[in-house]
């Protein structure tokens, strides 16, 4: 009797809409760590060790509140690997009247659970997951009232609807919506880098790093240096670190990267709002009292909460409102295979080689690493999405399906031929040369465009518009460029894309 609550590795909020009126005396919390959720795709050794050591102390608290948790290890010998087996399971012993989940974050578990009332022959609720500012309803809502899905009115309706920033009249704080000029400054000299808050492993992160590594042998990425918050607790002192030493500095190096300063300001707080030890509204009111105090500039404080309330909540709702068929876009016709570097590192590439390794190393990057390293050779070499967004869910320790597909396939691939974004995040290697110091210490020369040791990135460009040309034509964003290229010398272009055409045949060689 009573009833049983599945909590899932990434809902680990004590406010979670599955545990809200529990009764102690009748129901229990299944927590199950599964094989089927480790391996779906081949996750980085970090990620999968983070997940599985929150869950365990999200378990611990759960119990020590005084809630009857049937809590099932990985290594359990009777453990059936997958989530419907270890629900089924669980019904079998306890025989509970119902099922309660909160709605998963992903299409594949919500499309399996939708059948499990029937393999069950129970009654499954499926609850709303409220941990968001944007319910998925609302999104619809407005979505269906927006001609074009531009995340900048998304986010000017968010600051109204939930007061950040704003004046008492309606009117946004400092008279503008945006004050991303100041916030994209070419990298000049870099300050000193506050270091970043590691949290040692404590008993049951290393046990839960020895079994990753017995495990998962040959998944992606180093385990050593793991520091991730992995209890509320540590998630709110990560955060008040963020506040006091690197939010000053946020908005000004937003946008910048520099070799062997894989954190720089950023907030780090994506792995622990991702798995609900923080929630984004007191990551925002945290952003807000510190400039209302004075310690942040405005420009700071509104380049963060963008991301949080904007840009957060505006690529879930556009995963929801457009999952299942959005996967399958690929407006582009791109087709390539990953290169073998985007797990080695191995390139001379300096850009995609610092990328990688500290991807490696921290399954961590920026967004600007992300979108404009990466994710810009993705896009220009005509890389296969589906290669592209398995490679994105399995390297970073924040990825999940709602955030990382429309990110990836969206913004950076421009697979959904522009929903997303008006016009596609392709830049030469002039754009990574201002923003950060990888140039300087790379073996292409980034001022050539054609012949054997110019930057790739740069032959690709123009290799890509040209592709593209009669697509690109009809984007009033992309006029110019097309123009550009109509314009170029025919001698010199036909250089420039045998160049391209070197660098796609044997991406290996680069
Ligand atoms: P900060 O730069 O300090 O930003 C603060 C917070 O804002 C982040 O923690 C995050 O919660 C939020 N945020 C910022 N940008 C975005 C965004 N575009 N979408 C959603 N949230 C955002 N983020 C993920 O959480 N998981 C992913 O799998 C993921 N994949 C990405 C793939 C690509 C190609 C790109 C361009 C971006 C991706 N992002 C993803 C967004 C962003 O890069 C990370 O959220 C951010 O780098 C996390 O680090 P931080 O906490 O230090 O972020
Ligand atoms: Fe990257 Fe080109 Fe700069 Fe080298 S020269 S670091 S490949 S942008």
């Not at 399971?89 to 306890?94: I, T, Y």
């Not at 009232?145 to 309606?170: N, S």
């Not at 008993?203 to 079994?211: C, D, P, Q």
């Amino acid at each position: 009797a009573g009833t049983l609550r599945l909590v899932l590795g990434d809902q680990l909020s004590e406010s979670l809409a599955g545990l809200r009126d529990l009764d102690p005396a009748a129901d229990t919390v299944l927590m199950a760590e599964v094989e089927a959720e480790c391996t779906y795709v081949r996750h980085h050794k970090q990620k999968i060790a983070l997940v599985l050591s929150a869950m365990r102390h999200f378990g611990q608290a759960l119990a020590a509140l005084g809630t009857r948790v049937r809590y099932v290890r990985l290594d359990d010998p009777a453990n059936t690997g997958s989530l419907e087996g270890e629900v089924g399971r669980a019904v079998r012993e306890l025989r509970p009247d119902r099922v309660v989940v909160t709605h998963p974050g992903e299409w594949r578990l919500l499309e399996a659970m939708r059948g499990w009332e029937e393999a069950l022959a129970l009654p499954v609720d499926i609850l709303e997951d409220d941990r968001f500012l944007c319910s998925i309803h609302e999104f619809r809502r407005w979505a269906a009232g927006e001609r074009q899905l531009r995340m900048e009115f998304f986010y000017r309706a968010m600051r109204r609807t939930h007061g950040v920033l704003m004046e008492a009249d309606g009117a946004p704080l400092g008279g503008a919506w945006n004050f991303d000029r100041e916030n994209r400054a070419p990298l000049r000299r870099l300050p000193p880098v506050p270091p970043r808050p590691v949290v040692e492993p404590d008993e049951t992160t290393r046990g839960v790093m020895v079994l990753v590594e017995r495990r998962f042998p040959g998944h992606f990425g180093a385990l050593e240096g793991f520091g991730w918050p992995v209890t509320r607790a540590q998630a709110v002192r990560a955060l008040e670190d963020f506040v006091g030493r690197r939010f000053p500095g946020f908005g000004l190096h937003q946008d910048q990267m520099a070799a062997g300063e894989p954190f720089l300001f950023h907030a780090l707080v994506s792995t622990s709002l991702n798995l609900g030890l923080l929630l984004p509204w007191e990551v925002c009111a945290a952003a807000e009292a510190a400039y209302r105090t004075g310690h942040v500039p405005l420009a700071a404080a509104e380049g963060f909460v963008r991301q949080v309330l904007g840009w957060r909540e505006y690529v879930r709702g556009v995963y929801w409102l457009r999952m299942p068929g959005y996967r399958a876009l690929n407006a582009l016709e791109a087709s390539r295979p990953l290169p073998g570097f985007f797990w080695t590192g191995e390139t001379r590439m300096n850009c995609v080689r610092q990328v990688v390794r500290q991807t490696r190393d921290h399954a961590y990057a920026h967004h600007i690493q992300r979108l404009m390293v990466t994710g810009n050779f993705a896009l220009m070499a005509g890389l296969h999405p589906d290669a592209v967004n398995e490679w994105y869910l399995i390297v970073f320790a924040d990825a999940y399906e709602w955030v990382e597909l429309p990110n990836v396939h969206g913004m950076a691939l421009h697979a959904d031929g522009g929903l997303m974004g008006s016009k596609p995040y392709a830049a030469s290697g002039a754009y990574i040369n201002r923003m950060s110091d990888y140039c300087r210490g790379c073996a292409y020369d980034v001022r050539e465009v054609a012949g054997e040791g110019a930057c790739p990135f740069n032959s690709l460009y123009w290799d890509f518009v040209a592709r593209h040309r009669d697509r690109f034509a009809a984007n009033p964003r992309m006029g110019p460029v097309v123009r550009a290229l109509d314009r170029m010398d025919a001698a010199r272009l036909g250089a420039i894309r045998a160049r391209a055409a070197g660098v796609l045949e044997d991406m290996a060689a680069l």
